[in-house]
């Protein structure tokens, strides 16, 4: 196999590969220009002197491993480079693992990536490497530094046949180039008190917002769920709400007394079962579609919730927006917390207020957010890794619809089937799961550590709270590893320091099973175990 992608293609740098060799032997191509500025991915290749590279990949899987396809297609298979994300509040490590097929050395480079701009002149995007070694010590002739694709730090590794080699990397957006000038509040700010209060949370979902008219089954909240939910031992509830389907017109968009009093209820069982609640807008596509029309409208539900509910104990917290995207971006909606947050406080000064990055919460988007002033905020990602197992076969869930028997962990004692009319990502992260082992696949505790270290990096550099206010399983997967997948989550949000919200207590996600009103298979053992 050519490419192991754990996403789509990035095009980018296959367009311009032909070009990247180019300029690594100095003919065709201008010079550098711009300012040095620094890369969102690093680069790692390898070129054998002779023979093949066989089986390039990652470990855990948090990039992308392909082969050159500029050079000689007799030469292709001696070659692979990979590309990861790096950041600037964190360093990213993973291992490149291979093997030769004849007794060779192999040039290693550790690089950025090639990115021309429109007269072919190379941008010298910068990437700081920090550790490069093999099982046996550091690589021979490696030295920490900053390289990009015209000063690439290169060394030489022996390598004997069928030697598997597991080449160690740290690599990291360069420091000069961090943002130190954002303000942030102190590590010891009252955000992280407030956060305390929300360790350990379910969804109550699919029942407040709804649209007016729709059906999606009977998930009616009652005094019984919050009474078992306090008994299973989660300490706070999150309540999606669809205000927005309930006001009145511009400008004022009052919100109706009957979806007051529905939400006031749910606060008053909450408070009496001793759970804490996050309370958010959820749903508002026309927000998501057109944010500058929409914007007075959700600025007015924010004052008057905050309104609503200021006399509420602290441990009810106010989130602003579910999984912002579309044009919702992380750009907009700074710029919106910028506005609402203020708004709030006038009103109520010392409540939680919990926000999120843009593309629904994603873990990946945390280095674009930048908030304001403020020391009681709690920052939200949502975590569905990977979405083919956790989503296969829900009817909603776009092409994943038509995925079934994803097991997790991968990868699976007999291979899934691989549907002929999924798009290639997905086939290609089909095939991945079906046949890497252990910390190599996409389904395994190893990725979902990766990920979610990324959010608790970006929460330590930043003296934020970081809380994960959805994660979970469709509950038509099989029950055993729902339950693996869940505990797997769990475990890791609590070694990293963060609270967790699971996706949900009795729609499609189930936590609860309504029938036997017990939990469902596994699911109390992989939510409370110690």
């Known amino acids: 196999m050519i490419l192991i992608s754990t996403c789509k293609p990035m095009i980018r740098f296959c367009h311009a590969a032909c070009f990247a060799m180019a300029a690594w032997w100095g003919i065709g191509v201008a010079g550098v220009v711009g300012q040095e500025i620094p890369a969102d991915l690093a680069r790692v290749d390898l070129v054998a002197q002779a023979g093949e590279i066989l089986n390039p990949r990652m470990a855990p899987p948090v990039g992308n491993v392909y082969r050159m396809d500029w050079v000689e297609p007799s030469r292709a298979g001696g070659t692979g480079w990979a590309t990861v994300p790096i950041r600037d509040f964190s360093t990213t490590r993973f291992e490149l693992r291979f093997s030769v097929s004849v007794d060779t050395t192999v040039q290693v480079s550790f690089l950025g990536p090639w990115q021309p701009d429109a007269a072919g002149n190379l941008k010298p995007l910068m ?7 093999t099982s046996s010590g550091q690589l021979d002739g490696f030295r920490p530094g900053e390289a990009w694709h015209n000063q690439p730090i290169s060394c030489e590794l022996p390598v004997r046949s069928g030697e598997q080699i597991a080449l160690r ?20 700010s009252p955000a ?12 109550l979902a699919n029942v407040l917002e709804v649209p007016p008219g729709e059906d999606w089954g009977d998930n009616t909240i009652r005094t019984e769920d919050f009474q078992q939910i306090a008994a ?14 309930h006001t009145g017109p511009a400008t004022e968009y009052t919100i109706s007394n009957t979806l007051r009093e529905r939400v006031d209820a749910m606060l008053d069982l909450a408070e009496q079962n001793g759970l804490g609640a996050v309370v958010n807008v959820h749903h508002f596509d026309q927000f998501h579609d057109d944010p500058s029309r929409q914007r007075q409208k959700l600025l007015s539900i924010w004052k ?38 203020p708004a709030i406080r006038a009103i109520d000064p010392e409540r939680a207020i919990v926000v999120g990055p843009g593309i629904f919460s994603q873990i990946h988007e945390l280095g674009k957010l930048r908030l304001p002033d403020d020391e009681r905020l709690i920052v939200s990602i949502h975590s569905y890794t990977p979405h083919f197992f956790t989503h296969q076969s829900a009817v909603w869930a776009g092409d994943t619809k038509n995925i079934r028997g994803v097991k997790f962990p991968g990868p699976p004692d007999m291979p899934v089937a ?40 970006w929460g330590r550099y930043w003296n934020r709270p970081v809380w994960l206010g959805e994660f979970g399983a469709f509950v038509e997967i099989d029950a055993p590893s729902r339950a693996r997948y869940c505990e797997t989550v769990r475990r890791e949000c609590e070694r990293q320091g963060m609270g967790w919200c699971l996706w949900d207590w009795k729609a499609t996600f189930n936590y609860w099973d309504r029938a036997a009103r017990a939990p469902m298979p596994g699911m109390r053992e992989a939510l409370f175990a110690k």
């Open 232 to 245: 299973e031992g989660f300490d706070h509830v999150r309540i999606p709400v669809g205000w927005h389907h």
């Open 169 to 188: 990397c740290v690599a990291r957006v360069p420091s000069r180039f961090r943002d130190d000038t954002a303000w942030r509040p102190a590590a010891d």
């Open 418 to 457: 691989i549907p002929a009319l999924l798009p290639q990502y997905l086939k290609d992260q089909l095939e991945q799961y079906n046949r890497a082992p252990g910390d190599e696949n996409l389904c395994s505790a190893a990725y979902i550590a990766a990920e979610l270290k990324v959010a608790a990096d």
């Open 304 to 341: 008057q919730v905050a309104s609503m509910l200021r006399d509420r104990p602290p441990n009810v917290a106010l989130e602003i927006l579910n999984e912002p995207h579309d044009r919702a971006t992380t750009e907009v909606m700074n710029e919106f917390y910028a506005e609402v947050i």
């Open 192 to 203: 992280f008190g407030l956060a305390s209060q929300f360790r350990r949370g379910v969804n």
């Open 127 to 133: 990437v700081q490497w920090d550790m490069a070694e």
